[in-house]
Every structure is written in structure tokens, then in C-alpha cells.
């Protein structure tokens, strides 16, 4: 994996091409879509590109169950979180995995974005408090493979899937929901939407991959290349 060259969109983190980064009042640089249309989420960052060395550690764990892979996704996590954190207003912040539908999570044996979850905020440092709830969403029915579906497709794919078990914990606290990978951005979107109509004051996303329309990147700068998968998987902490 190279790193990443170019620009990336201050709120959905899509990799810009140079010739269509244009910056908003602020200063900040904005895809088009998210200049025409916002997210319901404030910012979501990743690590990296979702192709090569990286999406094939991802698959050692989800798919291949080779559990020390979520030790170093979780070492990336932590820097995307890091980065994330300047942002962040409150000092209490809830974390939140993508849940999996109950079949699926016993049919996998885990939820991939709780294991990594869970590496990752035992390395993150800083004075903002976060406090772990993987039990505060619940995906109550079972969806389709988005592969191939229409946007608008995607979204009615998702309605409803998802429910906040708990929404006294995130009643006007700001909420960091945490996944392995970005693809389209319809998941993190519907779950955004979920956790804000059920109280959160804002909610921010963090991904260890997202697939970008550009190049194989790296979306934050200067981070660890990756090297063979296997000899990754293998590493401890």
C-alpha cells in the first residue's frame, strides 16, 4: 500500500481528485456530495484503503476468524480516533460498535468491529473519557447483501434493521461508532441517523478502511505500512 497523495473530505473522508477539491467557508476541503447534501454524521475518518495488504488482514479476521488480526486493526483504529478526538467537544464519549444481526454473530463466533473496538481504546490516549457500550445497538432484523443495490436501494435495505437498546446513555452525549470498514457510507449513515433520533448530541464515525472511488490510499498520513497480512496477524498487541 502507498500513501495516500491527495486530498480527503473533511466529513465522509471519500478521497478527493485534485482537480474537484474545493474548500468550504471554513477552510476545510468537501466532496462533492457532501458539499450538495451533509451526512447525519458530524465526520468520519479511516485509516485506509479497503484493497491490498490491509483488506486482507480485515478478511483474516472476519471471514478466516484469525482473532490476533483485531490486535493491529486496533492499533489503526487508535490513530483514527486520535485524530477524530481535536474534534470532539464533550469529555465523556459514548463508543458504539455496527452490530451484527444475531445470526450472523453466531454463525462468526464475534462481532469484528467490537474485537477491534475493543483493541483500540485500550491504546488511545488523551483526556476524553469513552466509555465502551457494545451492547446499546442492536440489529433487530437481518439485511440483504448491499452488494449491487441502488443508493435508495441501499437505504431502504437498512431501515429499520437497527434500535438503541439503551438511549439514556447517549442522551445528549456525543457518540463515536466505530466499524471495520466504510464502503458506501449507508450503513454508518442509517446508524447515525438511529443514534441521533434516540438522543445523541452529535455523532462522529471511525473506520479502519473505507473503500475510495480514487486510488489505493492511506486516508490519514504518515501511518504504518502494512506488511504481509499473515505476519501481521500473528502479532500481539
Same mark, same amino acid.
Given at each position: ?37 451533509g451526512p447525519p454524521f458530524a465526520r468520519a475518518a479511516a485509516y485506509g484503503s479497503y484493497d491490498g495488504g490491509l483488506r486482507e488482514l480485515i478478511h483474516l479476521l472476519k471471514y478466516d476468524r484469525v482473532k490476533p488480526a483485531a490486535n493491529v486493526l486496533g492499533r489503526m483504529l487508535a490513530e483514527v480516533i486520535v485524530e ?17 444481526? &444475531? !445470526?450472523? $454473530? #453466531?454463525?462468526? =463466533? ?8 475493543? %483493541?483500540?481504546?485500550?491504546? *488511545? ?66 446508524? &447515525? !441517523?438511529? $443514534? #441521533?433520533?434516540? =438522543? ?8 479502519? %478502511?473505507?473503500?475510495?472511488? *480514487? ?23
Amino acid at each position: 500500500m502507498l500513501p495516500f497523495e491527495g486530498a480527503t473530505c473533511s466529513v465522509c473522508g471519500e478521497a478527493i481528485p485534485h482537480s474537484y477539491a474545493f474548500a468550504d467557508d471554513a477552510g476545510e476541503l468537501r466532496c462533492t456530495l457532501c458539499r450538495r447534501m451533509g451526512p447525519p454524521f458530524a465526520r468520519a475518518a479511516a485509516y485506509g484503503s479497503y484493497d491490498g495488504g490491509l483488506r486482507e488482514l480485515i478478511h483474516l479476521l472476519k471471514y478466516d476468524r484469525v482473532k490476533p488480526a483485531a490486535n493491529v486493526l486496533g492499533r489503526m483504529l487508535a490513530e483514527v480516533i486520535v485524530e477524530l478526538e481535536p474534534s470532539i467537544e464533550q469529555k465523556n464519549v459514548v463508543v458504539v460498535p455496527v452490530p451484527l444481526h &444475531a !445470526r450472523k $454473530l #453466531k454463525q462468526r =463466533g464475534f462481532n469484528q468491529a467490537e474485537l477491534i473496538a475493543r %483493541a483500540a481504546l485500550k491504546l *488511545v490516549p488523551g483526556s476524553t473519557q469513552m466509555e465502551f457500550a457494545p451492547l446499546l445497538m442492536e440489529r433487530v432484523r437481518e439485511t440483504a447483501s448491499q452488494i449491487g443495490l441502488t443508493s435508495r436501494q441501499r437505504r431502504e435495505n437498512l431501515r429499520g434493521a437497527c434500535v438503541v437498546r439503551q438511549p439514556e446513555k447517549i442522551a445528549r452525549q456525543e457518540v463515536l461508532l466505530v466499524d471495520d470498514v466504510m464502503t458506501t457510507g449507508t450503513t454508518a449513515s442509517e446508524c &447515525a !441517523r438511529i $443514534l #441521533k433520533r434516540a =438522543g445523541a448530541a452529535e455523532v462522529w464515525v471511525a473506520t479502519v %478502511a473505507r473503500t475510495m472511488k *480514487v486510488q489505493r490510499t492511506f486516508a490519514l498520513q504518515g501511518k504504518l505500512a502494512i506488511e504481509g497480512p499473515l505476519a501481521l496477524a500473528a502479532a500481539k498487541g
